[in-house]
């Protein structure tokens, strides 16, 4: 932790040169809290398995002053899904790449680096920056305040529908150990609608990178954002992220968080549901092996009467990877009417695979119906015999077997194409074949 | 809320506690305060032996590097512990037939009779009161089985190889910070030793009762079953009513043989404070059991309805290859109640089983949480696990959390949680009135099959008792 601060403090100019002045303004009391809080510690109750100082310790290059790398990013990343009409967009080693893009959004709708969106709407900027993270995260959440660059920023004015997705591709490429900070700030005001999906990759080179992520979503009265994130890195990755979300009244949110292939990834996902009648929908799914690590923390808020949340994780581990899942709901004094579901399911598929889970449940009003259930296990011997006696062969039974298990997740995609091609994915990622982007094609 | 129900919440929960008197009795203290000296007054005047004053002051050198775990559900007022008495005896000579008349007085009035010819079914009772064990009947009978039944103390003086064998073996002094504390000053307990092949021809039992002022109790209990035995073994205590907080830490040990079975029963009715939350007992007790032989079985079964605050996890350890464990719980708060209660379920051996049934009702002020830890070792092949909790919410201002907690180290294991929260349904309520159920009844009613899982399982002279408890603790709050 030592060599970030005084790395901080040494390296001031450097670190606010290349970014707006508003987002500088915020360093200060995120190095101040940082400096209090520190890396959240392993054993804690809430990041029981997650030694977030153990692996920042290495002496990683920050990268700072750069502007990504030259060149048409569609062309040297190219991550598509087919039959996917989007609106796509670039981050690069946390900043965003300006390009030419091929389709125009509505206006008033803003998408595209947070340093620009600070130039151009600085009263948005200043209303909604940092506003969750610095009340509600921990030291992670500050360290990356200290030291982002730039990220994505959407922003949707009321009542503006935005149908086809919005895909943000996210890379690491860098060709040293580098630890990467980026931003998502989601603003929709009352009535907007929209989808983003986030794609998370990390270029074929032998470097190791870390990353962290904080992303903010606002979402107004009788709004509706639907956020999916996929990863697929590389063992070498590191990526934490924090998300925070903020629901006024009668909106919906949906969220997909799938890892197909990672090193060491903790995301946390901290959802208030402050109007009447918010509505969340909460996926996750890791398909991990090898020495993979997945832990996803959530903690649903619900504070205020008539809201609903569903909450669905799924895992299937196999050789000595670690799965952790912690999801706690709480249920404020008042909240009536409440209705919280939380699952969590899990295939473990080898002697040495590991899986930590813990829902929780913390209730303080007493009209609600809440339940969690979680399960850890294998696949079902009798539905194995059953596809052997009709003459499918075992290894053909067990992919179809666990493909089976992933797709209540993927049914809570609301994008056809995207479904399609995770599918396929899926089956890449079962059959061990290889599924990097450029594979896509 | 009816206006009917809303009568019955009124009357319930005005109810005294039955069991808050305080018996006069002389009793004879030792100094306030915990320090070495106390511990080594506390050994001498058990006339204990050097090797249990070792243990004691090794457990607390411990407990001085300790803090009070802070971790969970659960809001404990700063515990003064230089302001606690550790030793309290009342004076009465150990001997049902010779017993005092107040001392006699007090547990009929408890509804525990030491005459053994006025004992209807066959119980055998330790009484304990504050420090001492005051009684332990049936020792005869039992003694001709071979089986040991005695206070504590008895237990070091006339069993010392048993005791030395097996005290810590499941709970160590440094498990945690109340063990330490428990370790250092307990005073008495009971000891139950059942030889092997023998099944227990009555249920044991033994009786908590906190009499004196400003006192703490740090009871010791410690049993083991031998191969192929078995014994039943049921628990209650009560205290006064009184406006200061008194301290129980307590800490059982069960060790499981071969083959052996041990169903360990709780009624747990400590006074549990006042409307407004003040006084009760602090109840932080170490449960453990373990399960050292192959196909050993342990059944914890609760049903806490007292104390101001309870931290209670009571265990078990399946390292016996086809061992098998069982929790069965009915936690009711009210009023400013709080209890975070639950159990640990460790699985070592091959092909072990393990069951967990959670209920908890909360009402009034009260927060009642589940904490429940299944670990399945990666050794534990075939291992299996299914946890239920439920919360029922009787009010809109109490509190009903769940903290499971599943790590698994084995891919041939199988566990499974589930858990739900809800109040009792309109629509219940309206099925039950429009058949002509009062709502009075009615809301027993549910709120009695909502536990009877659990109820069944205790012994049948405490299952009436535990009904009873829960219609008083909570049956007139539900809402």
Known sequence: MKQYTDFFKSHRQIINQSSHSLLNHHREKAFDSFSEKGFPVCGSEDYQHTDIPKWLEPDFGFYIGHRGTSGNPGKLYPCNVPGLSSYSYFVINGYFYPHEVKKELPQGVFSGSLNSFAENHPELFSKYYNRLAEQKGAGLSAFNTMFVQDGYVLYIPKNIVINDPIQLTDIADTNRDSLINRRILIILESGAEAKLLVCDHAAENESVSASTQVAELFIGENASFDFYELEESSKKNIRLTSNFVRQASSSRVVINNITLDNGITRNNYEIDLDGENAETHLYGLAIVDEKQRVDNFTLINHNTAHCRSNELFKYILDHEAVGAFGGKITVAQGARKTQAYQNNRNLSGSKNCRMFSKPQLIIHADDVKCSHGMTTGQLDETALFYLQSRGIPKSEAVFLLKYAFTNDVIQGVRIDSLKERLKMLIEKRFKGELIRCRGCF | ?479
């Open chain 2, 1 to 479: 809320m009816s206006e009917n129900s809303t009568d019955i919440l009124d009357e319930l929960t005005n109810k005294d506690y039955e069991y808050g008197f305080v018996t006069d009795i002389h009793t004879e203290f030792i100094p306030k305060g915990i320090n070495e000296n106390v511990i080594r007054l506390i050994s001498r005047k058990k006339n204990e032996p050097e090797w249990l004053l070792d243990f004691r002051l090794q457990a607390y050198r411990h407990w001085t590097t300790l803090k009070m775990p802070e971790w969970a559900y659960l809001n404990i007022p700063p515990i003064d512990y230089q302001d606690i008495i550790y030793y309290a005896a009342p004076q009465t000579r150990k001997d049902s037939r010779n017993l005092s008349e107040e001392v006699l007085n007090t547990f009929d009035k408890l509804g525990i009779p030491l005459h053994e010819r006025r004992i209807p079914s066959g119980i055998a009772v330790d009484a304990v009161m504050d420090s001492v064990s005051v009684a332990t009947t049936f020792r005869e009978p039992l003694a001709e089985k071979g089986i040991i039944f005695c206070s504590f103390g008895e237990a070091v003086r006339n069993h010392p190889d048993l005791v030395k064998k097996y005290l810590g073996s499941v709970v160590s002094y440094r498990d945690n910070f109340f063990a330490a504390l428990n370790s250092a000053v307990f005073s008495d307990g009971s000891f139950v030793y059942i030889p092997k092949g023998v099944r227990c021809p009555m249920e044991l039992s033994t009786y908590f009762r906190i009499n004196a002022m400003n006192t703490g109790q740090f009871e010791r209990t410690l049993i083991v079953a031998d191969d192929e035995s078995y014994v039943s073994y049921l628990e209650g205590c009560t205290a006064p009513m009184r406006d200061e907080n008194q301290l129980h830490a307590a800490i059982v040990e069960i060790i499981v043989l071969e083959r052996a079975e041990v169903k360990y029963s709780t009624v747990q009715n400590w006074y549990p404070g006042d409307s407004n939350g003040k006084g009760g007992i602090y109840n932080f007790v170490t449960k453990r059991a373990w399960c050292k032989g192959e196909s050993s079985k342990i059944s914890w079964t609760q049903v806490e309805t007292g104390s101001a605050i309870t931290w209670k996890y009571p265990s078990c350890i399946l390292s016996g290859n086809r061992s098998s464990g069982e929790f069965y719980s009915v936690a009711v708060t009210n009023n400013y109640q709080q209890a975070d209660t639950g159990t640990k379920m460790i699985h070592i051996g091959k092909n072990t089983k393990s069951r967990i049934v959670s209920k908890g009702i909360s009402a009034g002020k009260s927060q009642n949480s589940y904490r429940g830890l299944v670990k399945i070792a990666s050794e534990a092949d075939n291992a299996r696990n299914h946890s239920q909790c439920d919360s029922l919410l009787l009010s809109d201002t109490c509190g009903a959390h769940t903290f499971p907690y599943m790590d698994i180290h084995n891919d041939t294991g199988i566990v499974e949680h589930e858990a739900t929260t809800s109040k009792i349904s309109e629509d219940q309520l309206f099925y039950c009135n429009q058949r002509g159920i009062p709502t009075e009844e009615a809301i027993g009613l549910i709120v009695n099959g909502y536990a009877k899982e659990v109820l069944n399982k205790l012994p049948m002279e405490f299952a009436v008792e535990a009904q009873k408890l829960l219609q008083i603790s909570l049956e007139g709050s539900v809402g």
